[in-house]
């Protein structure tokens, strides 16, 4: 089992992507107790050493979807400013949502299309009328239908709707693959500031992860708060 989730300051301060990191370091020790591997895919660096702006990671194992729906959310790293000393600011804001990276390929073979002759009408002399020149392709797979009768003969407008049926189904993983794309870009602006489901302190020198005192609170009905 493989999710992706994206990890991201949005337009938030130069705090917010040192929250990231921070918080980046507490998803990968949190999947690390479940037994789940975390991959950072693609990284945006901030204007800070060690800092990022978003952060891509790929969480892979049989718990992999729990991990991510229990980090999914506005994240909150609170802990003072290490770059503005005198500001009383305490809680840096980060969003977190799981997002597909990429579509599949159509796979596309001429035993997946079925094709009949049939009639069209329209301008095209008698010989086009009476006789099933068009080529009407189906791609099964897909659903996608398409009809040719720009020739006289039955193969030249086979042949056609075989080039056509390929084409529609590359341009359909196109859009597709750009949609992808936008929905990732939209994570960004989606950051709302408080209400956080995570929120996660500074270990107390000495302490541990659990000393922290993470406050998470969980979306699901009837299931008591707990660390994750």
């Not at 859009?175 to 950051?191: M, Q, S, Y």
Request: proline residues 5%.
């Amino acid at each position: 089992m493989s999710v992706h989730l994206l990890l991201s300051a949005g337009r938030g301060p130069q705090e917010c992507a040192w929250a990231v990191a921070r918080l980046l370091d507490r998803l990968a020790a949190d999947a690390t107790r479940h037994r789940v591997t975390t991959h950072r895919v693609e990284t945006v660096a901030g204007d800070r050493p060690a800092t990022y702006r978003s952060v891509l990671v790929r969480l892979t194992g049989a718990e992999a979807e729990a991990v991510a729906a229990a980090w999914t959310g506005t994240l909150c790293w609170q802990s003072p400013s290490p770059y503005r000393p005198a500001t009383g600011r305490k809680n840096w804001y980060v969003t977190a949502r799981p997002c597909r990276v990429d579509t599949p390929a159509t796979t596309f073979t001429e035993a997946d299309v079925h094709i009949v002759a049939c009639r069209t009408g329209g301008p095209g002399g008698q010989h086009r009328n009476k006789v099933s020149t068009a080529a009407r392709a189906t791609h099964r797979p897909s659903g996608l239908v398409v009809v040719v009768d720009t020739e006289r003969q039955f193969s030249l407008n086979r042949a056609a709707a075989l080039r056509l049926l390929r084409q529609r189904l590359t341009d359909g993983d196109v859009r597709a693959g750009r949609a992808v794309t936008a929905a990732r870009r939209r994570i960004h602006d989606e950051l709302v500031r408080g209400d956080a489901v995570r929120v996660e302190r500074p270990h107390p020198s000495g302490g541990s992860a659990a000393a922290a005192g993470a406050r998470v609170r969980s979306r699901r009905a009837g299931r008591p708060a707990g660390r994750g």
